[in-house]
């Protein structure tokens, strides 16, 4: 797939394909062996049904929650005056932050011809999908009478009245229904020819059919795969600004107000690298136990890890420079408001949940500056969740303090959520695993096309240099060491 | 359609059976391969894909749009607030950049599927099951009086298997 994405070095010895030029996976010899092992992690398991049953039982929690809510109204929720946003608008900026990290693996690091992304980048498109599908539902749930969702879509009322285009609320209907739309088809696109391969090995009919119906008639021919190659590349193309314009409009939700703490022109690329960070995190909490439980060592070996721990480290430091600079320019504006809002972030009331963020996301991450833990998997998946406890806390330590500290003394106020929130914010885990674990088990968790670029296939004439690979480069043993 | 399917396990095997193939001047040929590969590409040497003109197009067509909506909204129920613009260009680029990378995106998409040929909705001629695991094949659609001479090429590039196919 990557193939044309990639200039063609003229004539003579040149790479088989570049973006996977650098990815070596010696445990991985023949075609037919990716299709066996990858196709053999469909069968569904054991722990694979506990896990969907504890799934389904947080989201049926969740709706019986919700449920409770609509009928006794917002005021069930923790929201008391002058904070009238809480968890809902927490969880809602929190997953689509995970859902960035899905198309970054895919379209950016495709783009930068980052080998080891082939083959993390299936499960973070999927992650990604299901992480903005549930964050779509926020937005909804924070409605009073969400069945008056549509408001927000460019449709007129029955008064031909129009959602104002100058709103942040309308820019971000916009944005989450584009990323929605480009990352579900990015997905799908990318599964066409895995669809094929699973077609042609299924022998339940019924199964079968299902598979000829989503393949579309793929037939792996040259003809296919030329379009294919090219509108793969044009979408990253789009994908790519689409991740960094997503983010920043979320941002705009806060710093287009005035309230102290938002109103700052650093928090588009301060949310897109939070977004990131976050999203990474994600992907180490999937895909650690997918490696392991799936026995996939060979395939996410210790280099990609390693180089996507590099990435989270850099993410991490982008993010702790973000939150010094949000001190310094409060620091700077000789603002009082910015000033003591900030004061009262660290040491004052909201001490506890500033620090929380502080030591997950900017601390601990330093840990992967040593080597030794970047390739140690059971860390990193132990970092990965204080990861995303830190993101979570960094979205409400941006919503609640501020809203609880504005600028008059009389309206101060606090913020204590019920178990409401807790409970909808449970059923929310609930439904993004949900789909995860059901679709992780119909369809590939790794890009089965993509992981074919990768080894060499095989020669008659292995020595013929017309298809020779590079020489020199230092190939990796079994673990993915490099020597 | 009627022809002859040759199946290879070899890569090298296939790109020297196109190249034979087009010397000996059979036009419809069509490779399949289970991963996109250079040397085959460039075996068949085919011109780039159109797919490109259509982004093109549709990307400018989504960003007018785009930029469409917000401005025909505003002027049609006008929030006049002192000094600043009814259709302000600025917030108006972020609807413009979505509706852009929307419709852009959709129509690459609708786009390969319409210069691949897909959806498809049968496979049955000129097709095996083997060429989306590990093999590469070659399809020669051809007259039956050339068939002979296609599965000579093919046997001589040492193929696994070929047969004529109609």
Known sequence: ?483 | MQGVIGAFNEIDSTVHAIEDLKKQRFGDITVYTPTPRHELEHAMKHPPSKVRIVTLIFGLAGVTFGYWIPIWMSDYWPLVVGGKPIASWVPFTILGFEVMVLIGGLATVFAMMGFAGIPRLTLTVGYDARFSGGDFGIWIVTPPERADEAMNVLKKHGAAEVRRER
Request: overall charge neutral; some cysteine; charged content about 15%.
């Open chain 1, 1 to 483: 797939m990557a193939t044309t994405a990639a200039p063609y070095p003229g004539e003579g010895q040149h790479r088989p394909n570049i973006p996977s030029a650098t990815h070596r996976l010696p445990a991985v010899k023949t075609y037919d062996q990716i299709d066996d092992e990858i196709i053999a992690t469909l069968r569904p398991t054991l722990g694979w049904f506990a896990l969907l049953g504890i799934a389904i039982l947080c989201l049926l929690g969740g709706i019986a929650t919700w449920m409770y809510q609509i009928h006794e109204g917002l005021g069930a929720a923790g929201y008391q005056p002058p904070v009238m946003w809480g968890v809902y608008i927490i969880t809602f900026v929190f997953w689509v932050g995970i859902g960035h990290a899905g198309t970054l693996i895919s379209a950016i690091l495709y783009l930068f011809r980052a080998g080891f992304r082939t083959s993390i980048y299936r499960c973070a498109e999927i992650m990604t999908v299901f992480a903005v599908m549930t964050a779509g539902l926020f937005p909804i749930l924070h409605l009073g009478r969400p069945w008056k969702f549509f408001y927000l879509i460019p449709y007129p009322n029955w008064r031909l009245l129009w959602p104002n285009p100058k709103s942040p609320l309308v820019w971000d209907v916009f944005a989450i229904l584009t990323y929605l739309t480009i990352s579900s088809t990015f997905l799908y696109i990318g599964l066409i020819p895995d669809i094929a391969v699973l077609r042609d090995r299924e022998k339940n009919p019924v199964r079968k059919a299902i598979y000829s119906a989503l393949a579309l008639g793929w037939r792996n021919s040259d003809r296919e795969w030329r379009h294919f190659t090219r509108a793969y590349l044009f979408l990253a193309a789009f994908s790519t600004p689409l991740v960094l314009s997503v983010h920043s409009v979320v941002s705009f939700d806060f710093a287009m107000a005035l309230t102290p703490g938002w109103h700052a022109t650093i928090f588009p690329p301060y949310f897109v690298a939070g977004a990131i960070f976050s999203g990474l995190g994600m992907v180490f909490t999937i895909i650690i136990p997918i490696r392991k439980f799936f026995k996939l060592q060979h395939y996410v070996t210790l280099n990609d890890l390693d180089a996507a721990a590099k990435m989270c480290l850099f993410t991490s430091m982008v993010v702790g420079l973000a939150y010094l600079t949000e001190f310094q320019v409060a620091w700077m504006s000789g603002n009082q408001f910015e000033q003591d809002y900030f004061w009262n972030r660290v040491f004052g009331q909201w001490a506890w949940a500033a620090w929380i963020m502080i030591i997950c996301n900017m601390i601990l991450p330093l840990s992967l500056w040593s080597q030794k833990l970047r390739r140690n998997p059971a860390w990193l998946f132990i970092l990965s969740i204080f990861i995303n406890l830190g993101m979570w806390f960094e979205r409400f330590v941006i919503v609640v303090p501020s809203l609880s500290h504005e600028f008059e003394p009389w309206q101060w106020g606090s913020y204590r959520p019920t178990w409401v929130d807790y409970g909808i914010l449970l059923g929310s885990f609930g439904w993004f695993f949900m789909w995860f674990l059901l679709l992780i088990k119909q369809l590939p968790v790794m890009a089965i096309s993509e992981l074919k670029e990768v080894i060499p296939p095989k020669m008659k004439h292995p020595h013929d240099t017309t298809h020779e690979l590079d020489e020199g480069f230092p190939m990796p043993d079994e673990t993915g060491a490099q020597h």
